[in-house]
Each structure stands twice: as C-alpha cells, then as structure tokens.
C-alpha cells in the first residue's frame, strides 16, 4: 500500500504583491490544487503563507506562485520546508487570508 507523504512549505513572495488581489488569487488556486493553509500581506510588501499537501500539489502552487494573479509583477517565491503548520486550527479545511501582520 502507497502511504501518502503530505509537506508543509513555508512561503515568501516579493515583488508587486499587495493591492492586485494575490492573497484571493494564492486561496483560489490554492484549493483548487487540494492544499489547505494561510496566507496573509506582510511588511515590505510581500505576502507570506504556509501550505500543507502532496508534494507535487506543493510544487505546481509554488510554480503559479512565480506568475500570480495578472496584475501582480512577482520578483520572488522563497521556500522552506517546515515541520508544523502555525497560526490556524489544526482542523483547517482549506486557505484561510489572515489578518495582514
């Protein structure tokens, strides 16, 4: 029997991300790639987010994650692979947009 290995990325994207609708665009397509998490607008104007998944359904977000919504111009997506999921209920179901920090 194959056992499915779900990974937890922590994410950090750069460039022209706040004001074109990115959190809404990364929940939308977020679900649609069956991955659960956060994500939220943060300092410097970035967004930053944690999602949980397959792997490869990991690796196609982060991939649209480069491109973004249309009016967004992303400069970079920098990933880490992290142990534990923070600042949601662990009985999340989907992609929660967190208050900006």
């Known amino acids: 029997m194959n056992k499915i290995s779900l990974k937890i990325a922590h994410i950090i994207i750069t460039g ?3 004001g074109v609708s ?4 990364f929940r939308k397509v977020g679900i649609a790639n069956n991955l659960i998490g956060w994500v939220r607008n943060i300092t410097s104007n970035r967004v930053e987010a944690e999602i949980l998944g397959k792997e490869e359904d990991i690796n196609k977000m ?3 994650c480069k491109e973004g919504p249309p009016l967004a111009e992303v400069n970079d ?3 880490n692979f992290i ?5 949601v209920n662990k009985d999340i179901k989907d992609i929660k947009i967190l208050e900006s920090k």
Do not use: G, L
């Open 62 to 64: 982060i991939n649209k």
């Open 83 to 87: 142990d534990k999921i923070s600042n």
């Open 77 to 79: 997506v920098i990933v």
């Open 16 to 18: 022209k991300v706040q």
């Open 22 to 25: 990115y959190r809404w665009w």
